[in-house]
């Protein structure tokens, strides 16, 4: 059975930073994509990062250089450092596993149940 469980999220001000992590277990982590979406409340789910096999990654335009996913495949663990937070970034974050360097939510097949992450002004 495939778990991935999200963990770091909370509350920080503006220009802070966070970093989130997504344990996985119950599949071949090596071998698969991983991303990182969010969801704010009223709005569909956006692509935020994601991480191929070899380690090739691709961040939204709206994180870039402020975000940063990286993985630990002897941990099975992939992160997303969070920096210089707007209060736009508050969301529920979910990290998920696929078999394609994607940006659509219908690439991925395995999801985590969130963690929300909030940043006040």
């Known amino acids: 059975q495939v778990q991935l469980v999200e963990s770091g999220g909370g509350l920080v001000q503006a220009g802070g930073s966070l970093s989130l992590s997504c344990a996985a277990s119950g599949l071949t982590f090596r071998s698969y994509t991983m991303g990182w979406f969010r969801q704010a409340p009223g709005k569909e789910r956006e692509f935020v990062a994601a991480i191929t096999r070899s380690g090739g990654k691709t961040h939204a335009d709206s994180v870039k250089g402020r975000f940063t996913i990286s993985r630990d495949n002897a941990k099975n663990t992939v992160y997303l450092q969070m920096n210089s937070l707007k209060p736009e970034d508050t969301a529920v974050y979910y990290c998920?596993?696929?078999?394609?360097?994607?940006?659509?939510?219908?690439?991925?097949?395995?999801w985590g149940q969130g963690t929300q992450v909030t940043v006040s002004s």
């Open positions: 998920a596993a696929g078999d394609r360097a994607g940006t659509l939510r219908n690439e991925y097949y395995y």
